[in-house]
């Protein structure tokens, strides 16, 4: 019974350190679920709120406090309501999240056979996406495609997204190293005050992009500008080094990159500017991408 007594003594000692790393590991997965969708609002309003409670109790504003006490219930109702969209992603993504997977990211060679096939398909003024998953398990999505399992080549990527090809329409989902599936169908984005100008692809992408945490390059079919989707925002017009390099950044070490100035800064997409002080985007025409 030593032994044990020894570890129980050792355990104690190591229990608050076990203690605070699991829940700093909680409170920072909490937060990057959080900052990646428009829930972040949320909790800054319930911030707010809980700050003019404090400073009702601390001053003894009885009316304020008595106000703020007879209006929590119905807050919360009405929190539930309003912000029901935002709850729901957050639920998707508890239900998806693989939060201790490893993922095989692509090699840089890959990357750039993407990158690559998008300036053909860009000159040709062909439209492609192309969505990189990270964490959060998009399945769902791959399931309405066709599935590939094939290698990554410029070759096969144009060919795919070639006019009147049966998978030429929908999304091409690269994971793993390897095309997963192709002709896959995007959720839409919510965002009210998008460009008028921006078409379908760019919408899926920024739909794709607030459902999950993956990355989606877009190709316009309008103008070429190449773009990426991530965390909620819209980074509209890169050019093709620009393009590999925040890809590589982000897949490899899942840092998010700078400001995205191609969005409003509630994360719409409003087409001013972009991420590297380029030139101003062109405007996309089309109704459709």
């Given at each position: 019974?030593?032994?044990?007594?020894?570890?129980q003594t050792?355990?104690?000692?190591?229990?608050?350190?076990?203690d605070?790393?699991?829940?700093?590991?909680?409170?920072?997965?909490?937060?990057?679920?959080?900052?990646?969708t428009?829930?972040a609002?949320?909790?800054?309003?319930?911030?707010f709120l809980?700050i003019?409670?404090?400073?009702?109790?601390?001053?003894?504003?009885?009316?304020?406090?008595?106000i703020?006490d007879k209006?929590?219930?119905?807050?919360f109702?009405?929190?539930?309501?309003?912000?029901?969209?935002?709850?729901?992603?957050?639920?998707?993504?508890?239900?998806?999240g693989?939060?201790?997977?490893?993922?095989?990211?692509?090699?840089?060679?890959?990357?750039?056979?993407?990158?690559?096939?998008?300036e053909i398909l860009?000159r040709?003024?062909?439209?492609?996406?192309?969505?990189?998953?990270?964490?959060v398990?998009?399945?769902?999505?791959?399931?309405?495609?066709?599935?590939?399992?094939?290698?990554?080549?410029?070759n096969?990527?144009v060919?795919?997204?070639?006019?009147d090809?049966p998978?030429?329409?929908?999304?091409?989902?690269?994971?793993?190293?390897?095309?997963?599936?192709?002709?896959?169908?995007?959720?839409l984005?919510?965002?009210?005050?998008?460009r008028?100008s921006?078409g379908t692809r760019?919408?899926?992408?920024?739909?794709?992009?607030?459902?999950?945490?993956?990355?989606?390059?877009?190709?316009?079919?309008?103008t070429?500008?190449?773009s990426?989707?991530?965390?909620a925002?819209?980074?509209?017009?890169?050019?093709?080094?620009e393009?590999?390099?925040k890809?590589?950044?982000?897949?490899d070490?899942?840092?998010r990159?700078?400001?995205?100035?191609?969005?409003?800064?509630?994360?719409?997409?409003?087409?001013?500017?972009?991420?590297?002080?380029?030139?101003a985007?062109?405007?996309?025409?089309?109704?459709?991408e």
């Amino acid at each position: 019974m030593e032994w044990f007594q020894r570890f129980q003594t050792i355990y104690d000692l190591f229990r608050p350190i076990l203690d605070i790393a699991i829940l700093a590991f909680l409170l920072y997965k909490a937060y990057e679920l959080l900052i990646k969708t428009q829930a972040a609002q949320l909790v800054k309003g319930a911030g707010f709120l809980a700050i003019v409670y404090g400073v009702a109790f601390l001053f003894k504003l009885t009316t304020l406090q008595w106000i703020l006490d007879k209006m929590a219930p119905g807050l919360f109702i009405a929190v539930a309501i309003v912000f029901q969209p935002e709850l729901r992603k957050i639920i998707i993504r508890l239900g998806q999240g693989e939060l201790f997977r490893t993922d095989s990211k692509p090699r840089i060679g890959q990357l750039e056979a993407v990158v690559t096939a998008s300036e053909i398909l860009s000159r040709q003024r062909r439209g492609a996406l192309v969505v990189f998953p990270r964490r959060v398990n998009i399945r769902n999505i791959i399931d309405t495609g066709t599935r590939l399992n094939a290698e990554i080549s410029s070759n096969l990527i144009v060919t795919i997204f070639e006019f009147d090809t049966p998978l030429h329409d929908g999304a091409m989902i690269i994971q793993n190293g390897r095309i997963v599936a192709a002709g896959c169908f995007l959720p839409l984005s919510e965002q009210q005050d998008i460009r008028k100008s921006f078409g379908t692809r760019h919408r899926a992408s920024l739909g794709m992009s607030e459902q999950s945490d993956a990355v989606i390059l877009v190709v316009s079919e309008e103008t070429g500008a190449i773009s990426l989707a991530y965390d909620a925002k819209l980074y509209y017009d890169l050019s093709p080094i620009e393009a590999t390099r925040k890809l590589r950044e982000l897949l490899d070490r899942g840092v998010r990159g700078g400001n995205a100035a191609g969005t409003s800064p509630g994360g719409m997409a409003s087409g001013e500017g972009d991420t590297a002080g380029l030139p101003a985007p062109a405007l996309d025409t089309g109704p459709v991408e």
